[in-house]
């Protein structure tokens, strides 16, 4: 069974802080892994997906690599701001296009002005 | 840009009663899923639906849980007989090609 971890659970950083978050998976036999953003009570974002045969993927100041063999992912934020602020959830789809997500806990980012 | 609409956005019921909650896809999708978050725990996969059936469900998704897509556009949850450990927020996704799963706002069902 698929399990996916992010620790820690929470970070606190100073604006224009680059940072990184951590998501490891038990099963590397992964179909591709999708980065998310969630702002309290709401819905979630896409930020990235990340097939299993890239090993990164960039969007403005997000980059999201990949490592399937180890079972890691991380997603880098440079020069982190204020409105970086919410929970980051990773999810990852074994093989199959109709596959179902499954979700690490997230990790819920704070940047001080 | 499309996006996945779901309502309502909030729903209160008593325990035993019946809801249905209701979400429309991103149009052009092919692929429906319906996840459910209990208040400070994981994202949990609910059920799949492709070619108007049922492609995988998880444990979760037993009996007093069904789906529909009734029309062309409008996909439903019904939950038969609430109970209160189904409160969470309901969520609806859809995914098209490429792979990416896109999220509604979410219902927050309360039971009581």
């Known amino acids: 069974k698929q399990e996916v971890t992010q620790i820690p659970a929470a970070l606190s950083v100073p604006e224009g802080e680059n940072l990184v978050l951590n998501c490891s998976f038990t099963d590397s036999a992964i179909y591709n892994l999708q980065w998310f953003r969630q702002d309290p009570g709401k819905g979630l974002t896409s930020l990235l997906l990340i097939q299993s045969s890239q090993r990164e993927q960039t969007s403005g100041r997000l980059n999201a690599s990949l490592d399937k063999s180890s079972g890691r992912s991380t997603l880098y934020i440079a020069a982190s701001q204020p409105g970086d602020s919410a929970t980051y959830l990773c999810?990852?789809?074994?093989?199959?296009?109709?596959?179902?997500?499954?979700f690490g806990k997230g990790i819920t980012l704070s940047v001080r002005p | 840009e499309p996006e996945v609409t779901q309502t309502p956005s909030h729903q209160v019921t008593q325990m035993g009663q019946e809801v249905i909650l209701r979400c429309v896809p991103i149009?052009?999708?092919?692929?429906f899923y319906w996840y459910r978050q209990i208040l400070g725990q994981k994202v949990e996969f609910l059920v799949s639906?492709?070619?108007?059936?049922?492609?995988?469900k998880s444990e979760i998704f037993d009996d007093q849980f069904s789906v529909e897509r009734p029309d062309g556009s409008n996909f439903t949850l019904k939950i038969r007989s609430t109970k209160l450990e189904d409160s969470a927020m309901y969520f609806c996704?859809?995914?098209?090609?490429?792979?990416?799963?896109?999220f509604g706002p979410g219902t927050r069902l309360t039971v009581l």
């Open positions: 996704a859809s995914r098209g090609d490429p792979d990416t799963q896109y």
């Open positions: 639906f492709y070619n108007n059936e049922i492609s995988e």
């Open positions: 149009s052009n999708h092919l692929y």
């Open positions: 999810a990852v789809s074994l093989a199959g296009a109709n596959s179902k997500l499954t």
